[in-house]
């Protein structure tokens, strides 16, 4: 029993540490967002939401935001798409050299975002390509694009193939099955991929930064302004990035917990 009640302490321990490691830094960032002063940094000196004020009231900052938002959404929403596609081939149909495929497509999951971010800022200059908010769309969608795949592609069991025999076999096309019947049933699935897609888009720095000039990305603005140094206003926007993914994943959480089987 004395045993049993060590391990219990320890692991609680344990685990309050961890999440204090985790979330600590996370705290302070939004408890300072709210300080009544120009600098974040202790004392804390009162409440205030000025410095959310500000954060809405500065164009750049509101224009960076929407920028973020539509690169996520789009991006994402391309990924998931061409994912599905990819992975319902892959499942379904009898392709030379199906592993090796499979391979291509995830191994960009492996590589630094910086070096894809390098060869695709070459390309886009070979090809005469303006940097742009496309060209950041499209860096995102090469590394969500892996993400996608995987998860949809391990959804695809053998138990959907008869349902989709079936729909078959009543007088469905192909295009038809994969709209109506396969697409359904990993419902699920695809909406994991694509608000984790949106997630990853929302707060990348660095293919957004290297492939875009003039219209850029909260991140890249963010950035900018730590140049001249922090303030609680750096803090809004931080906390303001951390709620949208925070809320994402509650979204996700709860379409999953929607769309799973009750026992």
């Known amino acids: 029993m004395m045993r049993l009640r060590l391990s219990t302490l320890l692991s609680g321990a344990y685990l309050i540490l961890a999440y204090g490691f985790i979330f600590l830094p996370v705290a302070v960032l939004v408890l300072f967002s709210f300080q009544d002063g120009r600098l974040p940094v202790p004392p804390f000196n009162g409440f205030s939401l000025q410095w959310y004020e500000a954060v809405f009231a500065d164009r750049k900052l509101t224009t960076a935001l929407l920028n973020s938002l539509v690169v996520a959404l789009l991006s994402s929403a391309v990924s998931c ?54 060209t950041v769309g499209i860096g995102h969608v090469v590394i969500n694009l892996p993400l996608c795949f995987s998860i949809i592609y391990a959804s ?13 076999d009543l007088g469905a096309s192909d295009l038809k099955v994969m709209a109506l019947v396969t697409a359904p049933m990993l419902l699920p699935s695809i909406a994991a991929a694509f608000f984790l897609s949106v997630t990853f ?34 803090n809004a926007v931080g906390s303001l990035v951390f709620l949208v993914s925070v809320a994402v994943l509650v979204v996700l959480e709860l379409t999953l917990l929607r769309k799973s089987p009750r026992p």
Do not use: C
Request: proline content about 4%; aromatic content about 10%.
């Open 81 to 134: 798409l061409l994912g599905f596609f990819a992975a319902y081939a892959l499942a379904r149909v009898k392709l030379p050299a199906t592993a090796l495929q499979r391979g291509l497509l995830i191994a960009p999951m492996t590589v630094s975002y910086l070096i894809i971010a390098l060869g695709l800022l070459a390309l886009v200059n070979t090809l005469g390509i303006g940097l742009s908010l496309w």
């Open 156 to 168: 695809m069991g053998d138990h959907h193939i008869n349902i989709e025999r079936a729909a078959r």
């Open 201 to 234: 888009s929302w707060d990348e720095f660095i293919i957004a930064f290297l492939l875009s000039r003039f219209d850029v990305t909260l991140p890249v603005e963010i950035w900018s302004m730590l140049r001249s140094g922090l303030n609680p206003k750096t």
